[in-house]
């Protein structure tokens, strides 16, 4: 016979045993093991001296991932813990947690994002946990004024690559894309025959970002509509 102790959750028993692995105590005991549940050392392991065996029971708690909530049961009460036992993927962090979890916790975890933000034409990258471009900018400490244009929508989802630009504008200000149409460059070529030609690479039209400004005019011929609107170029960017 044996005399293994024994804990289930916190609390602490003598079994007497005459089987030689952890599952022969459980079943001595009586304990019943539930899904997610964690016996401590495994049951599997053979008996000996001075083994303490310890069942620890799981609890629910929420985990967010990316928006998208489920509940799960685990033993784990530390937050990074439950993060390796759920599997996520490379780039999963936790956000937002208890600093111990518990029956009903919220765990909020969140897959960093690799961006390149523009502001004003100075480009950097930008490692967010941001779902939308509108919280990727907040957590960047990027204000976005009443008037600026922002590229993907504020409310555009964040995905790993994207890039976002944020152009700063004036009041009665706006943006455009104009089309650049490419430029044919000639050089001479010694192993070509006179009058003939070969592409080396065929050009493509690009586009050039403007910035204008807006004005209204009023108009009070009843042909024309009564706000008007009067584009003059201000600056251009490249």
Avoid at 18 to 25: I, L
Avoid at 91 to 116: F, H, I, K, Q
Avoid at 183 to 209: H, M
Wanted: charged share 25%.
């Amino acid at each position: 016979n044996r005399y293994v102790p024994i804990s289930v959750d916190g609390t602490t028993a003598t079994v007497q045993t005459n089987g030689a692995r952890v599952a022969d105590v459980l079943a001595d005991a009586g304990v019943v093991l539930h899904q997610a549940d964690r016996v401590v050392p495994a049951a599997s392991t053979p008996l000996r001296d001075g083994l303490e065996v310890r069942v620890l029971r799981a609890f629910p708690v929420t985990v967010d991932l990316d928006g998208s909530a489920r509940t799960v049961r685990t033993t784990r009460a530390v937050p990074a813990r439950l993060l390796r036992e759920l599997d996520a993927a490379p780039g999963a962090v936790v956000v937002d947690a208890p600093r111990r979890l518990r029956r009903g916790s919220v765990v909020v975890v969140r897959t960093l994002r690799n961006l390149t933000l523009t502001v004003d034409g100075a480009s950097r990258p930008l490692v967010s946990t941001g779902l939308t471009v509108r919280e990727a900018l907040m957590l960047a400490g990027v204000t976005v004024g009443p008037n600026d244009e922002v590229a993907p929508g504020l409310d555009a989802a964040t995905v790993d690559g994207q890039r976002v630009r944020v152009t700063r504008l004036a009041s009665g200000q706006r943006t455009a894309l104009v089309r650049m149409p490419f430029t044919t460059e000639r050089r001479s070529e010694p192993n070509l025959d006179q009058g003939q030609t070969r592409v080396v690479r065929a050009g493509s039209d690009g586009q050039q970002r403007i910035v204008y400004g807006v004005r209204s005019e009023e108009h009070t011929s009843e042909l024309q509509s009564p706000d008007h609107l009067v584009c003059r170029l201000l600056l251009e960017k490249k």
